[in-house]
Nanobody
Framework: VVKLVESGGGSAQTGGSLRLSCVAS????????LGWFRQAPGMRREEVAS???????RYTDSVKGRFILSQDNGKNTLFLQMNSLKPEDTATYSC???????????????????WGQGTLVTVSS
């Protein structure tokens, strides 16, 4: 059973930082893509960032230069360092796994079958 577990959400003030973690387990193939989506109340889900199996990254424009993806050596844990946070970053952040190691399904979230439970990030002004 594929399991994605997020942690690290919480509250921050504008300009602050938070670091999210996503631990993936149970996926039997050695290569895959991992990344983050977010959804604010009343808004549609949007991509945040993704990392392909080769380590290449992709960020949505609104977080470029502020958010940074990294992973552990085993590639099963994905980190999202969020800096210079803004109130508009407030959302539930969910980790997702794309079996395509090149993140070919990204950002079509309805094509993705493996999701974490989400972690809430709240940024106050």
């Amino acid at each position: 059973v594929v399991k994605l577990v997020e942690s690290g959400g919480g509250s921050a003030q504008t300009g602050g930082s938070l670091r999210l973690s996503c631990v993936a387990s149970g996926y039997t193939k050695p290569t895959f893509c991992l990344g983050w989506f977010r959804q604010a109340p009343g808004m549609r889900r949007e991509e945040v960032a993704s990392m392909a199996n080769d380590g290449s990254t992709r960020y949505t424009d609104s977080v470029k230069g502020r958010f940074i993806l990294s992973q552990d050596n085993g590639k099963n844990t994905l980190f999202l360092q969020m800096n210079s946070l803004k109130p508009e970053d407030t959302a539930t952040y969910s980790c997702a796994l794309d079996p395509d190691p090149a993140c070919g399904s990204w950002p079509k979230y309805n094509y993705l079958d493996f999701w974490g439970q989400g972690t809430l990030v709240t940024v106050s002004s």
